[in-house]
């Protein structure tokens, strides 16, 4: 079955403790990027990869980081969690930017 | 870079009515615009795109039109029922000359809720 991946899906933990939230498809997409959802303000997009080792900033990328270093994984990185990073967080990915989005399940996070 | 702008952020409707959801662009370069629906607890999928050489595309009770001259798009739900309510969102990417590309900018949302 075509699917997005993300996990965890829920996550709650402190400020200052690193993780990582991992993505991978399996539909040998190009293009992988980064969302979070908060209420009243849609969906925003942090990073995004055209292509695996090409990865770009998307609208609100601070406090994060992406490695694309295969084509079906897309990790998002937070090194040091602030609450303010508290959010609903989906990975996607498309044959390009100008195509049809895969959503994965999301993951809601908070950061105590 | 671009901005997409979304009205209304909530839209009610008796089972049986249209529901029109309108949204506005920025960067004329912009040449496609996809809508996604939102269930609750889920991630959007796409319902409908249209590209910029096209002013309309139907898909049953689905449409969307595209006014290049305005900068504007519209989804379009004819007959509507219940289990379309949820969040539609529209989108349009970042373009070459908005020194953007590769970028998707979303608009807010729109809870749509169809009453029985």
């Known amino acids: 079955e075509a699917q997005v991946t993300q996990n965890p899906r829920y996550l709650i933990t402190v400020t200052g403790k690193k993780l990582t939230v991992t993505c991978s498809q399996n539909?040998?997409?190009?293009?992988m990027s980064w969302y979070r959802q908060d209420p009243g303000l849609g969906l925003r997009q942090i990073y995004y990869?055209?292509?695996?080792?090409?990865?770009d900033k998307g609208d609100v990328p601070e406090g994060y980081k992406v490695s694309r270093k295969e084509k079906r994984n897309f990790p998002l990185i937070l090194e040091s969690p602030s609450p303010n990073q508290t959010s609903l967080y989906f990975c996607?990915?498309?044959?390009?930017?100008?195509?049809?989005?895969?959503f994965g399940p999301g993951t809601r996070l908070t950061v105590l | 870079g671009e901005n997409v702008e979304q009205h209304p952020s909530t839209l009610s409707v008796q089972e049986g009515d249209s529901a029109v959801i309108k949204c506005t662009y920025s960067?004329?370069?912009?040449?496609?615009f996809p809508w996604y629906k939102q269930e609750l607890g889920k991630g959007p999928q796409l319902i409908i795109d249209?590209?910029?050489?096209?002013g309309e595309k139907k898909d049953q009770r689905i449409a969307v039109t595209l006014n290049k001259t305005a900068k504007h798009f519209s989804l379009h739900i004819t007959e509507t029922q219940p289990e379309d309510s949820a969040v539609y969102f529209c989108?349009?990417?970042?373009?070459?000359?908005?020194?953007?590309?590769?970028?998707?900018?979303f608009g807010r949302g729109t809870q749509l809720t169809v009453w029985p």
């Open positions: 996607a990915s498309s044959q390009g930017v100008n195509n049809e989005q895969f």
């Open positions: 539909m040998n997409h190009e293009y």
């Open positions: 990869s055209m292509n695996v080792e090409v990865t």
């Open positions: 960067d004329s370069a912009s040449n496609y």
């Open positions: 249209i590209r910029s050489n096209v």
């Open positions: 989108a349009a990417p970042g373009t070459d000359r908005g020194s953007t590309l590769g970028r998707l900018y």
